[in-house]
T-cell receptor, first 115, second 115 residues
Framework: AQSVTQLDSQVPVFEEAPVELRCNYS??????LFWYVQYPNQGLQLLLK??????LVKGINGFEAEFNKSQTSFHLRKPSVHISDTAEYFCAVSDWRGGADGLTFGKGTHLIIQP | DADVTQTPRNRITKTGKRIMLECSQT?????MYWYRQDPGLGLRLIYY???????NKGEISDGYSVSRQAQAKFSLSLESAIPNQTALYFCATSVGAGGGTDTQYFGPGTRLTVL
């Protein structure tokens, strides 16, 4: 079985400051990792995903994440946040078996940008 | 126009009533999913469908049923609604490339309140 832990339920950050949202996973097999974002009153959309290759993955809106196999982590970062980044961020994991039951979401981190 | 649409967007109903939530997509994807989102719990999978003839239970299917009327339509029913089914419901689609690498595309959600 696989699981995802998002260590912070809420992260307040001042505008233009850097941010890191933490995600750890557990799985007995090789995994694929995703970050989704949910803006207020909207559905989720993909920020970025790691499938293979370079462990540093760049996504939309200036976000990036680094896959660290030894620490089983996939932390999301942005060097300078904007008010428009206020949203809920979900880390998710799947594995080679595919299928809907292979995708597990974390509980989410609410990023709050303070002016 | 949105690629994944959900109707209704908001619904208030009473305990014991039958409710149907509808999802339509214009992305031409084979796979469709229903999730529910509860505060602090992230997304949990209710049902998923790989094609019109292939429907599968997810993590929390009890109290729900689904119908895949066509490739583009996937409906979720609550046969006899109860208050703890109050939640935000999302439909999602994916192309079905398999192997756990798919990006899922989400609708805007239906906020259901059961009194």
């Amino acid at each position: 079985a696989q699981s995802v832990t998002q260590l912070d339920s809420q992260v307040p950050v001042f505008e233009e400051a850097p941010v890191e949202l933490r995600c750890n996973y557990s799985s007995s097999v090789s995994v694929y990792l995703f970050w989704y974002v949910q803006y207020p009153n909207q559905g989720l959309q993909l920020l970025l995903k790691y499938l293979s290759g370079s462990t540093l993955v760049k996504g939309i809106n200036g976000f990036e994440a680094e896959f660290n196999k030894s620490q089983t982590s996939f932390h999301l970062r942005k060097p300078s946040v904007h008010i428009s980044d206020t949203a809920e961020y979900f880390c998710a994991v799947s594995d080679w078996r595919g299928g809907a039951d292979g995708l597990t979401f974390g509980k989410g981190t609410h990023l709050i940008i303070q002016p | 126009d949105a690629d994944v649409t959900q109707t209704p967007r908001n619904r208030i109903t009473k305990t014991g009533k039958r409710i149907m939530l509808e999802c339509s997509q214009t992305k031409g994807h084979d796979r469709m999913y229903w999730y529910r989102q509860d505060p602090g719990l992230g997304l949990r999978l209710i049902y998923y469908s790989f094609d019109v003839k292939d429907i599968n239970k997810g993590e929390i299917s009890d109290g729900y049923s689904v119908s895949r009327q066509a490739q583009a339509k996937f409906s979720l029913s609550l046969e006899s609604a109860i208050p703890n089914q109050t939640a935000l419901y999302f439909c999602a689609t994916s192309v079905g490339a398999g192997g756990g690498t798919d990006t899922q595309y989400f609708g805007p959600g239906t906020r259901l309140t059961v009194l």
